[in-house]
């Protein structure tokens, strides 16, 4: 089992900064993937930015103002989110999964991540 710990989230202005954090314990994966992706209130839980080996995703919503960078001694990654909009506002869903073996598989798609934590809320405010 993967545990998944979030920290980071709160309240800022609508142009402010925040950064998140996840770090992985437990049995952890020398080859994953490992990003965020963010769920609104009454809305789906969308993708948001990805890491997977050395390759990098992110939403075309996010491109520009958040990045994604990890320490690999720590399993930890971390979300700097910049030029914070109102829209941004949700649960944000770290994510964790082996990607041994697999090719040509969808970065986006929420149905192919094994571990989650519990998320952490960041709210902007107009």
């Known amino acids: 089992q993967v545990q998944l710990v979030e920290s980071g989230g709160g309240l800022v202005q609508a142009g402010g900064s925040l950064r998140l954090s996840c770090a992985a314990s437990?049995?952890?994966?020398?080859?994953?993937?490992m990003g965020w992706f963010r769920q609104a209130p009454g809305k789906e839980r969308e993708f948001v930015i990805m890491?997977?080996?050395?390759?990098?995703y992110s939403a075309d919503s996010v491109k520009g103002r958040f990045t994604i960078s990890r320490d690999v001694a720590k399993t930890t990654v971390y979300l700097q989110m910049n030029s914070l909009k109102p829209e941004d506002t949700a649960v944000y869903y770290c994510?964790?999964?082996?990607?041994?073996?697999?090719?040509?598989?969808?970065?986006?798609?929420?149905?192919?991540?094994?571990?989650w934590g519990p998320g952490t809320q960041v709210t902007v405010s107009s």
């Open positions: 994510t964790y999964r082996d990607r041994s073996g697999l090719s040509n598989w969808d970065v986006r798609d929420v149905r192919q991540y094994t571990y």
């Open positions: 890491r997977s080996g050395m390759s990098t």
């Open positions: 437990g049995r952890t994966f020398s080859n994953y993937a």
